[in-house]
């Protein structure tokens, strides 16, 4: 199968340069919609779904493949490939923004830009680093996913969310998540919750613009802050909301700063 229908690879958009995005865990790029078509009339815009999400092959999801996030940024790049991409401004949320520093750390002329959206290297506090969970906490979490993924689901949408006044934001996570075939939703969890891509940043030479939450459980500011002095020339906005998913909740502030910094980036594709 080729790539573009494997990753469910959607197109549109004028522009020579190419806007990516790729969703984070539990979600499709359909989490995108209201960011994206903001940059269609001067992008490319190109949405794809993470394989095991979405409308992916999901018979191409391989645990032993999946079993580290390199494995999606190969699929990334594959992607990018068979459409013949460059100067690609890639755009990640959550997990993605490392597999997006992956895939920019591997054939780092591809890409003009980072943009990293609720990135954390780690989520596990280590000595001289905070990521925001004790191993217990994980481990707590990993465990209430495996026994009941549906209660796990209802449960954790609406603190990854925030915005208690809003539920129905809470309410379209908790359905992105039920979509997603839980035996595929507990092997990716485990792999993203345990994943530690703090060696990988020191690859990264592209130009990247870190979006953090001012109030978020899962990647909290301190982690947006770590991620800033490692990744040299890197560009740090705290958003003013609050929750893991500001492509949802805040979009038009999101919008704005990914327009902020591609403004930055030269050459400009307006």
């Known amino acids: 199968m080729d790539a573009l229908t494997r990753n469910n690879v959607t197109v549109y958009g004028e522009g020579e340069r190419a806007l990516v995005f790729v969703h984070g865990f539990g979600c499709d790029?359909?989490?995108?919609?209201?960011?994206?078509?903001?940059f269609a009339d001067r992008y490319r815009v190109v949405l794809l779904d993470l394989v095991g999400a979405g409308g992916s092959d999901l018979t191409a999801y391989d645990p032993a493949r999946y079993a580290t996030l390199a494995a999606h940024a190969d699929d990334v790049l594959a992607v990018l490939r068979a459409m013949n991409l460059q100067d690609v401004v890639l755009v990640g949320h959550s997990v993605s923004s490392m597999i997006a520093v992956l895939a920019a750390g591997r054939e780092?002329?591809?890409?003009?830009?980072?943009?990293?959206?609720?990135?954390?290297?780690?989520?596990?506090?280590?000595e001289g680093y905070t990521g925001g969970f004790e191993a217990g906490?994980?481990?707590?979490?990993?465990?209430?996913?495996?026994?009941?993924?549906?209660?796990?689901?209802?449960?954790i949408a609406p603190v990854i969310m925030g915005h208690p006044d809003r539920p129905e934001l809470a309410q379209e996570l908790n359905e992105s998540f039920?979509?997603?075939?839980?035996?595929?939703a507990r092997h990716f969890a485990r792999v993203t919750f345990l994943s530690d891509?703090?060696?990988?940043?020191?690859?990264?030479r592209t130009p990247t613009l870190i979006l953090q939450c001012a109030q978020d459980?899962?990647?909290?500011?301190v982690v947006g802050q770590y991620l800033h002095r490692q990744l040299p020339g890197s560009r740090l906005v705290v958003l003013?909301?609050?929750?893991?998913?500001?492509?949802?909740?805040?979009?038009?502030?999101?919008?704005?700063?990914?327009?902020a910094f591609l403004a930055e980036l030269e050459p400009v594709a307006v």
């Open 108 to 126: 780092p002329a591809r890409f003009s830009g980072l943009v990293l959206v609720g990135p954390s290297p780690r989520y596990l506090n280590d």
């Open 29 to 38: 790029q359909r989490m995108w919609r209201l960011v994206a078509p903001a």
């Open 240 to 259: 003013d909301t609050s929750g893991h998913c500001p492509h949802l909740s805040a979009p038009q502030p999101t919008t704005a700063a990914i327009e």
């Open 217 to 221: 459980v899962i990647a909290p500011p």
């Open 197 to 204: 891509n703090r060696r990988d940043l020191a690859a990264v």
């Open 137 to 155: 906490d994980i481990e707590e979490l990993l465990a209430a996913l495996d026994d009941n993924y549906q209660g796990w689901s209802g449960y």
């Open 178 to 184: 039920c979509r997603t075939d839980p035996k595929i």
